[in-house]
């Protein structure tokens, strides 16, 4: 009689020389398994062995022992007496002549905490939920949004600069780049007041547009409009 709280392993032999039926039956309490589905479910109880011969292989069982005796201190420690331990002692305990696998009978409770597991693994790692009310609290519906008003605010800025004569934004540019060798459009648009589109036109006639390097996605003049102190050589 299989006590609640016992695990036991059965070996049963049919006859004189039947072949040896060993079972594991697993103690209850072990057998509960929490969080799938947030259901309880119980795992098998019951793990027949399959035994096989290990099938030409010479399989043993060793024991390892140190030979160094130890003593018990006053503080309840323990140390090693001597000089130095001497060499483990290896021991032959057996030769193994049979293996054994332990796998769960295939009962109604195993297959249901199979199911399970199937089911838990295949379930999508997100969810669409239709929603019954408006939520207002973290997505609050607006007319329009931040970004949308500030790209209309600057488009509306832009459309209201006028353009001016080339030669006058020409006259901006090359007294800007006598103070500095590099800027970026938004710069050259603050000091210009010019449309965007409009300024780049005029740039790709007297700058450069660095897409690498240190100095990159920024404008230059062309060699030959550039007048910075310390470029001009005398010929000898």
């Known amino acids: 009689m299989l006590a609640k709280g016992e695990t036991i392993v059965v070996i049963r032999r ?27 479910v119980s795992a098998p109880r019951d793990h027949p062995f399959t035994m096989q011969t290990v099938g030409g292989q010479m399989l043993a069982v060793f024991t390892e022992n140190s030979s160094g005796q130890s003593e018990e201190r006053s503080d309840g420690s323990s140390s090693v007496s001597g000089a130095g331990a001497g060499p483990d002692k290896i021991a032959l305990e057996g030769v193994v002549v049979q293996r054994a696998e332990c796998r769960p009978a295939v009962s109604e409770s195993y297959m249901k905490l199979k199911r399970l597991q199937i ?37 509306k800025e832009e459309g209201k600069r006028a353009r001016v004569d080339k030669q006058q934004v020409l006259d901006m540019l090359f007294s800007a780049f006598e103070k500095h060798q590099y800027y970026n459009i938004k710069d050259l648009v603050d000091i210009t007041k010019q449309p965007v589109i409009y300024l780049k036109e005029i740039l790709r006639d007297i700058g450069i547009y660095n897409v690498k390097g240190t100095h990159k996605n920024t404008w230059e003049l062309k060699p030959e409009y550039r007048h910075y102190q310390g470029e001009e050589k005398t010929d000898e």
């Open 14 to 40: 049919k006859g004189n020389q039947g072949k040896a039926e060993v079972s594991f039956t697993l103690n209850e309490e072990l057998t509960v398994i929490d969080g799938i589905e947030d259901k309880t």
């Open 119 to 155: 089911e838990e693994l295949a379930k999508p790692v997100r969810l669409s939920q239709q929603l019954d009310r408006v939520v207002t609290s973290n997505y609050k519906p607006v007319a329009n949004h931040s970004y949308n008003l500030e790209y209309d605010r600057k488009k």
